[in-house]
């Protein structure tokens, strides 16, 4: 795979001077930027979840359980057509006894969009987000910061925190990131577990997902891999914040709607198609799902990462309801098969599965619909509903100390999984 656009030092140094200053505002590294570089060309040798290199004691920002150290792992994982790839992540150990079998059980944490470039790797960032902290007022601080949190919360319910980045983003190998592109995301989420317990054997085969927003999706992909996965590990379950719905039907609408502030994802979807279309032999241009007003924006946005879509692409931008998505997108998505190469299977099996969603949230519109579709295929499901805003979700300490972390320790317990798929489907 080969990215077509090279945009990095040509769009840096023009953010740059957008911004009226110098990149070292940006928070700090936490990996070594090296770590990244001089990738192997020819992963056909390695298995997947092998490991590439290792890079110990990665100094994190105190978000992270006092500024635990990390370890950042470089891996082998492999997309839809066979082909290996190299993966990334962070890895943290907590500090409480092991299982009697010496072992800590495993929490993935699947993270929210952060972007779709290599810069953009959530490994890369001391608080596991790229930050441009001359966007944010002093008083905020990081947009994400909460990524480094939920590690933290991880930490004292003495689980290892495997903290993947996405298929695409991380190495500096060329290969591109399918953004919301199932199979690659699938398979370099469960890689990093296997290469998790390859570095140390006190990594537990059990694993639970958590999930927020796009890191949801991916759980969905989790729960319906999860009787599937390599010997020997276990999914014992999915946890989705603020990221259940059937993206295959809905997310357009959803996307292209101006209120709800979401289209700037579209950017992201569009790189994601463009990538895999190529990959794939299929003919697509950007103005197949873009309208006029996103349009212009497209080669900034390859590069961008969240704050640079937000505090530069986006800040002075004006979009109209009929300008940002082209009015036959639908169509043209369906010609060439991008709906099929998305969609989540519905039989999660015996994976049980735990939903949060929001009320105020408009991302979860499409939830309720979803989950009366999973119970109606027989699956185990509970569900958590607040008003928040999707942001807050991932905030609340009520939901995970009440909710999220109960129902995760009994899943590693073996008790039998509450379902609530009555109530769902009298509703």
């Known amino acids: 795979m080969s990215r077509t656009t090279k945009l990095s030092v040509a769009y840096l140094a023009a953010l740059a001077l957008l911004l009226g200053g110098s990149l070292s505002?940006?928070?700090g590294y936490a990996t070594d930027p090296a770590f990244y570089q001089n990738v192997p060309a020819d992963l056909s040798a390695y298995q997947r979840g092998d490991i590439i290199r290792v890079e110990e004691n990665v100094q994190m920002d105190d978000s992270i359980f006092h500024g635990a150290p990390g370890t950042a792992i470089m891996y082998v994982s492999e997309d839809d057509l066979g082909n290996k790839f190299a993966a990334t992540q962070m890895v943290f150990f907590p500090t409480g006894a092991t299982n009697p079998d010496g072992t800590w059980d495993v929490v993935i944490w699947a993270h929210g969009t952060d972007g779709i470039a290599d810069r953009c790797a959530?490994?890369?960032?001391?608080?596991?987000?790229f930050e441009l902290s001359i966007y944010m007022p002093q008083e905020k601080g990081y947009t994400w910061k909460t990524y480094g949190a939920v590690v933290r919360r991880i930490l004292e319910q003495n689980y290892v925190a495997v903290a993947p980045d996405y298929a695409g983003i991380g190495p500096e190998d060329g290969f591109n990131h399918y953004y919301v592109m199932k199979q690659p995301a699938l398979n370099s989420?469960?890689?990093?577990?296997?290469?998790?317990?390859?570095?140390s054997n006190k990594v537990g085969t059990d694993f639970v997902s958590l999930g927020f927003s796009y890191g949801g999706i991916i759980g969905s992909w989790l729960n319906e891999a999860g009787t599937q996965l390599p010997e020997p590990l276990s999914l014992?379950?999915?946890?989705?914040?603020?990221?259940?719905g059937n993206i295959a039907t809905g997310f357009l609408e959803i996307f292209s709607d101006i209120s709800t502030g979401g289209y700037p994802y579209l950017h992201y979807v569009d790189w994601g198609i463009y990538h895999w279309a190529q990959d794939?032999?299929?003919?697509?241009?950007?103005?197949?799902?873009?309208?006029p007003d996103l349009l212009p924006q497209v080669d900034a946005t390859e590069e961008a990462c969240w704050d640079d879509l937000f505090g530069s692409v986006y800040a002075h931008l004006a979009v109209t309801p009929e300008g940002v998505l082209n009015p036959n997108a639908q169509a043209n998505l369906e010609a060439i098969g991008y709906f099929d190469a998305i969609a989540q299977s519905l039989d999660f099996g015996s994976v049980p599965h735990f939903s949060a969603y929001s009320r105020q949230d408009p991302f979860g519109q499409t939830t309720p619909a979803f989950?009366?579709?999973?119970?109606?295929?027989?699956?185990?499901?509970?569900?958590?509903?607040?008003?928040?805003?999707?942001?807050?979700?991932?905030?609340?300490?009520?939901?995970?100390?009440?909710?999220?972390?109960?129902?995760?320790?009994?899943?590693?317990?073996?008790?039998?999984?509450?379902?609530?798929?009555?109530?769902?489907?009298?509703?």
Request: glycine letters at 4%; one cysteine or more; hydrophobic letters at 40%.
């Open 236 to 244: 014992k379950g999915v946890v989705s914040v603020a990221g259940d």
């Open 371 to 427: 989950l009366k579709d999973l119970c109606r295929e027989g699956n185990t499901v509970v569900r958590e509903v607040r008003n928040f805003t999707h942001d807050q979700m991932i905030h609340s300490a009520e939901l995970f100390n009440n909710n999220i972390w109960p129902w995760v320790a009994d899943r590693f317990a073996d008790l039998p999984a509450p379902n609530e798929c009555s109530e769902i489907l009298a509703e």
């Open 122 to 129: 959530a490994s890369r960032y001391e608080s596991l987000s």
């Open 280 to 291: 794939h032999g299929k003919t697509y241009d950007h103005a197949d799902l873009l309208g």
């Open 25 to 27: 505002a940006q928070a």
């Open 189 to 199: 989420t469960i890689d990093a577990v296997t290469a998790a317990r390859n570095y």
